[in-house]
Each structure stands twice: as structure tokens, then as C-alpha cells.
């Protein structure tokens, strides 16, 4: 059912779909029957978020202790849906505090089957654990010297990338070409914030890489360098902040330390993929680290515009997805054994700074912690100068 046959079903004169508690304008809600609807025509990040948005708006806003019901409309993702929630209930503390219906059938949620796929993957990682950057990119290296430019490995592709704390600006291709760029051209030929300051900076949108132009390109990367240590509005430090806060903790310029532990956590791993479903997409885990013999799937968040608390809630459900995904993936334990951790004691935590007045903080904080406490993940706040330049 889509959202006007879901409303049709239950009375429209009953229904509010007000942002309160920065809840989803596409979420319908029934406060008298503790009842939320997402019609199966919404996007399924949307159906899936609704699951913690019903469990936000219960505590918050309806008095009482009866279970929340969530009705899902069924659709096209319906399938995918069902199973990816199936995996996020699992990572639940109390599953008696929401009940589900798809249109006006309780639902099948079943878990889905992770292991064929997990096991695809480890292949993927025994060759890229292989894999041997090539030479023009070790002499780029050995010319940069700098700990904020890092080369990572394409997953399913022969491609290297070169990133200065996160942000891609140089490639190798599978025949060992490489190339200073950033991003691609949009629709339209809409040219991104980043793409646009590289522009400025270099004078063109690529500078192919060869023998006789290395020292411009070390040149230029420097440049980029600079820039994107620079947190000034309009240069590359102010871009892409997330995949920035990412690269820094990967490299231990931000230390993550979870709250009444004394010792921070350890990287290993960036954009680790998981899957939340038989057939969806890969997802990838921002940083995955351990302390000891237990890995942690690290969720990083860094708002910058309204909606912190919605933001941080999603945070809390992928960050939960992952641990789950990580815990029965068997596939992928032996992956775990040879790093000497045990993947079925994986763990869970989201870090991000926060934006606003400290009332607002609080607010926002308190908010996030009830959810993350249902789901048993770890709360980090990291401080406001995160992104200070570490040289």
C-alpha cells in the first residue's frame, strides 16, 4: 500500500505527519493507537529509518509503556526492507517495545541469509591485501611525505586512489596511469565546491602524471595540501568533512576514546563493506577498529546545517546494522582470526561533534543516548577543534 491507501485504511481525520522531534514529514502518525505509517511507496532508507523514528517518537512524546506499532505499506523493496530491519531489531535490547504490520498482516521478518555474500568478500580482501601499489604512485609517496596523503584500494576494482585526509585527488587506473583530479561533472555540467577549488588552484580539472611532469604534480599536490589543511570558507579543508574527520582518525590525528575507558581505540580498516540484506547494496563501515580482541564498527557524523538529532539517530541504526552484519558473517571470521579478533564479540559506537547552543546540545544528546542505549552502542562527542591543523 502506498501512504494515501495506509491512511485511507486508518482515517485521515486521526492522522499528524508534523516534523515534531525532527521526525519525517513522509511518517504519518496515530498518537491515540501509539501507531506510526510509512507507505510502501517511500524510498526504503525512509521505511527503515522509521524504525527508529518510532521508537524516538514513543519515548518522547506518548505517555505510557504499550509497544509502538510501526505499519509498513508493501512495495517494490518491501523484500529488502523487511530483511534489513529483521538484522536491526536483532541488535535491539528489548524487542517487546515495538510491534510491526505490513498493511493489515503482522509480517514475516526473517533474517537474511549474509553468509554467501560474506564469504564473496573475503576473496575480495585476500586479493587486495595482495595488491602492491605501483610505482608511480610509491614515488609520489616517497616525493609527498606527508601523513595526510594516503593511497587506498578499490575493493572489486584494479584502481588506486591517492587522498589527502579523505578527499580523492589523484587516481591510477588498472594500466598504471595517474592523473590529479577531483571528483567528476555533474548533471548538467554542475561542477562541485571541491572540483571547483581544484580548478583554482591547478588551472584545469585533470593533469595526467608522467615522467616528465612529476615535480609539477608533487608541486601541485603540495598545493592541495595546503589547502586542504586550511578549514577557511571556499577552500578544500571546509569540503567534504565527513570522509576528512574519517581520514584523521584512520591516521590517529583524532583519537576516539569511549566514554569511562581509559585507552582509544586502535584503526584497522576504513569503508569495511557489509550487507543488510540478501540482495541490497554493500554498505561501508566509515572506520572499523578494536580494542583488544573485539572489533568496533566506528559510525562518524559531522552535522552542518539543521536536523542533528535525526542525523544522529540514523547514525545509531547503521552503526547498529554493521555490528550485526559483522557478528553473523561467518564468512568473514577467519578475516577476523588472523587479526587476532573475535568477530562475534563485535561492538558498536558513533562519534561526531555537535553544532549549537549548549541547551541544544544537551537536547540533542539526550536524545541520541536513549536510542543508542536500546540498541547498546557507545556514544562519543568529539571536541569542537577535531579538524584543527595537526601540522
Known sequence: MNRSQLRGMFGDEDIVCSPLLSLSRNLDRIASRRTMLVGGDQKPKTQIDAVLDALHWAHWDLPGDDPVTLVLGSGPKLHSVKETIALLMSGLRDRNLINFQIDLDPPDLSLPDIDRRSNVRLKDFRKRDQAVLPEIGQLISQKISDPSFQWEKSLTQSVWSGRIDGLQVCLIDRNNRACL???????????????????????????????????????????????????????????????????????????????????????????????????????????????????????????????????????????????????????????????????????????????????????????????????????????????????
Request: with cysteine.
Open 181 to 391: 583530479t577531483v571528483g567528476k561533472p555533474g548533471s548538467n555540467g554542475a561542477v562541485s565546491t571541491a572540483r571547483s577549488r581544484f580548478h583554482s588552484i591547478i588551472g584545469m580539472y585533470d593533469f595526467p602524471i608522467n615522467d616528465a611532469n612529476m615535480d609539477a604534480a608533487v608541486f601541485w599536490l603540495q598545493k592541495l595540501i595546503q589547502d586542504r589543511r586550511s578549514n577557511e570558507p571556499g577552500s578544500l579543508g571546509a569540503t567534504d568533512l565527513e570522509h576528512k574527520l574519517e581520514a584523521r582518525v584512520r591516521r590517529g590525528a583524532v583519537q576516539i576514546v569511549v566514554p569511562n575507558k581509559d585507552t582509544a581505540l586502535i584503526p584497522l580498516q576504513t569503508q569495511f563493506p557489509t550487507f543488510w540484506s540478501s540482495t541490497g547494496r554493500a554498505r561501508y563501515i566509515d572506520v572499523l577498529m578494536y580494542r583488544g580482541n573485539v572489533p568496533i564498527v566506528l559510525e562518524l557524523k559531522v552535522p552542518e546545517g539543521a536536523g542533528q538529532w535525526q542525523y544522529f539517530r540514523e547514525a545509531v541504526g547503521q552503526v547498529a546494522l554493521y555490528r550485526e552484519f559483522i557478528r553473523r558473517a561467518t564468512g568473514l571470521y577467519q578475516w577476523f582470526a588472523e587479526r587476532n579478533l573475535d568477530a562475534t564479540q563485535c561492538r558498536a559506537a558513533v562519534a561526531f561533534p555537535m553544532m549549537g547552543s549548549p541547551k541544544q546540545r544537551k537536547a540533542a544528546l539526550e536524545h541520541v543516548q536513549y536510542l543508542a542505549d536500546l540498541f547498546d552502542v557507545d556514544v562519543i562527542v568529539l571536541p569542537d577543534d577535531w579538524n584543527a591543523p595537526d601540522l
